[in-house]
């Protein structure tokens, strides 16, 4: 196959500046939270990072049937000399793939020709949205209901079969992957120092070696329940990147050919996998707030209306961990745009949680405290030019944290399941709920002393202050078109404004209501469990203002930042040590 790079080699020495893609390193190793581990932990930490490389194989395959050639041609090129193919190959690293996002949405097409595809390489390439319809009504007539189950299942692949399809379990297609990372998991049990941890890494194990998706829940659960352990290891299973099987639902005939079948379409898993090691005081710190879900459960709109995980008679499954990051891999390290500092997992469409198992918050400490010179003057730059100066004294990135605590524990409330009948528009749905629940759910806990006043203050003022993008994004960006919206929602209540020269004002006294107001405008499409009704909630929110474009035009003038890449200097020292 012949490859064309795609971007100039002015473009490709603008985005590789240090100005324009950010680093964000993880752990050194020198870093005390490694050389204070245990030998037992250490030697176990060299294979959980071996198992993350193949786990990022997996990743690209999942993401682009041309990433893996396309890396190899590039490091192929890179030892003839040809420094396009080098800067070339940074992005790749940055965005793991041949096609990515920035944070101005623009995307960042590395292959010349190449096309971005809403099923990503869970779906054949050439398959359009109608044919895929088309074939799925044709095998539900023909009663294949077994046979469109598992195309519609989170866990497999599709391939075409003829004028069918078939869904190949993730098991199958990524055997010799799975198997090494398997391989990998076994050998760390072996010498880590906990116990559980140890039962969880052969139960992930065994998930792995064969296609039963209650090995999946019984690792899940196992997963969920550590507390106390050295180490973090978690293999992700998130759904943002598929939008083709959600896809199903919009044509009305095969709308109502599932459900006759009694099929729930369920987006597919994208493979990340997450290496650390737990920070104890930052998770005794997590922890504190434990104590406060039943509240938080309680103050939920409309929380007679359904069954949530969180509940005040009984004991609530979830865990916390502060996790200091060694290596991001996948999913969880694709750098599109931004990466997430936090995750509450596992997801409701996970059969983990129907077998009595619980949720788990891992937050992530590197990617959340950069606090260098160059971030503090970004960050002050950035404030001078967009918020209105009376508010600054309340602007703090702690305080970023503390929503994010607040955002991941509202993700174990509101209705527990239903929600895969919003198809694609799911996932921005929800990243809405956890967001306002946040927000709404404040006021309690200040009563409860878990925050000041003032620390209200700073959380509403910051989250204010970073509700605005640089560009409008596509829909497909879950997390930022819920920004848009809750933008647009803000103003539209009052609670927030822009003036005419671009600066944000914030009516401190107006954000709670409004948050509480969207929230149960939320859970009650939720609820509703009708995908026509959560399409109109996303179009009557998503809309992209001349306020917030005057915002947009002067954070691109103070910070000219495109992307980010992670540096992970311990794992690379450990994997040179395998």
């Known amino acids: ?10 473009e490709l020495e603008k985005r590789t500046h240090k100005d324009y893609l950010i680093r964000k390193p993880l752990l050194d190793k020198d870093a005390k ?23 990022n194989i997996i990743y690209m395959k999942q993401d682009n049937e041309l990433n893996l050639p396309f890396k190899a ?43 971005e595809l809403e099923g990503k390489a869970f779906y054949p390439s050439d398959l359009s949205k109608e044919e895929f319809h088309t074939i799925i009504k044709n095998m539900l007539k023909s009663g294949k209901k077994t046979e469109v189950q598992k195309i519609l299942n989170q866990r497999t692949i599709v391939k075409r079969n003829g004028n069918e399809l078939i869904g190949k379990d993730y098991t199958e297609e990524f055997k010799e992957e799975f198997n090494i990372i398997a391989e990998e998991l ?3 049990a072996q010498t880590s120092t906990n116990k559980d941890f140890n039962e969880y890494l052969k139960l992930q194990s065994k998930a792995l070696k064969e296609n039963n998706p209650m090995l999946d829940a019984q690792a899940d659960k196992k997963w969920a329940s550590l507390q ?30 599932l459900e006759e079948n009694n099929i729930t379409p369920v987006s597919k898993d994208s493979i990340g996998i997450r290496v650390g090691i737990v920070n104890k005081k930052g998770t005794n710190d997590l922890l504190k707030i434990k104590n406060y879900l039943p509240l938080m459960a309680e103050n939920m709109p409309l929380k007679d209306k359904y069954e949530q995980n969180i509940s005040s008679e009984s004991d609530n499954l979830q865990t916390m961990a502060d996790v200091d990051i060694v ?49 503090i003057e970004r960050r002050k730059k950035r404030l001078n030019a967009t918020l209105k100066k009376d508010l600054h004294k309340y602007y703090n990135p702690e305080a970023d944290h503390w929503f994010t605590i607040g955002h991941e524990n509202v993700h174990s409330l509101g209705p527990k399941s239903g929600t895969e009948a919003l198809g694609k528009y799911k996932n921005i749905i929800e990243e809405n709920k956890a967001d306002m629940g946040s927000l709404a759910l404040l006021e ?25 993008l640089k560009a409008k994004p596509e829909l497909s960006q879950a997390h930022r078109v819920r920004t848009v919206m809750q933008a647009y929602f803000f103003i539209k209540e009052g609670a927030m404004s822009v003036n005419e020269d671009g600066i944000i004002d914030i009516n401190l006294n107006k ?68």
């Open 228 to 257: 106390d352990t050295p180490l973090e290891f978690t293999i992700s299973r998130e759904q943002y990147a598929d939008l083709y099987t959600g896809s199903v639902l919009e044509d009305k005939e095969l709308k109502k050919l």
């Open 327 to 375: 290596s991001l891999r996948g999913d969880e390290g694709a750098y599109r745009g931004g990466i997430t500092i936090a995750q509450n997992l596992p997801n409701n469409d996970k059969l983990s949680l129907t077998i009595g198992g619980g949720r788990r918050n891992v937050y992530h400490r590197q990617i959340r405290t950069n606090n260098s010179p160059e971030v």
């Open 186 to 188: 076994d050998k760390a």
């Open 33 to 55: 939270e490694y050389t204070d581990l245990a030998e037992g932990d250490k030697e176990a930490l060299k294979h959980l990072i071996k198992a993350a490389e193949y786990a």
């Open 444 to 468: 309690c806990l200040v009563k409860a002393d878990v925050y000041t006043e003032e620390e209200k203050l700073q959380i509403l003022t910051t989250f204010g202050a970073n509700c605005f």
């Open 511 to 578: 954000m709670i209501p409004a948050a509480r107001k969207m929230l149960t405008e939320i859970i009650e499409v939720q609820l509703s469990q009708d995908f026509n009704r959560g399409e109109k909630f996303i179009n009557d929110y998503f809309v992209w203002t001349e306020a917030m474009e005057k915002v947009a035009k002067k954070l691109k003038e103070t910070d000219k930042a495109l992307n980010g890449i992670i540096t992970t200097p311990l794992a690379d020292y450990l994997l040179n040590k395998i």
């Open 73 to 115: 041609y590039l490091e192929d090129e890179i030892k003839k000399g040809n420094k396009s193919a080098q800067l070339t190959k940074v992005l790749f690293d940055a965005q793991l793939g041949i096609i990515g996002i920035d944070s101005e949405s623009k995307p960042v097409i590395l292959l010349k020709d190449a096309k």
């Open 1 to 10: 196959m012949i490859f064309e790079l795609n971007l100039s080699q002015e």
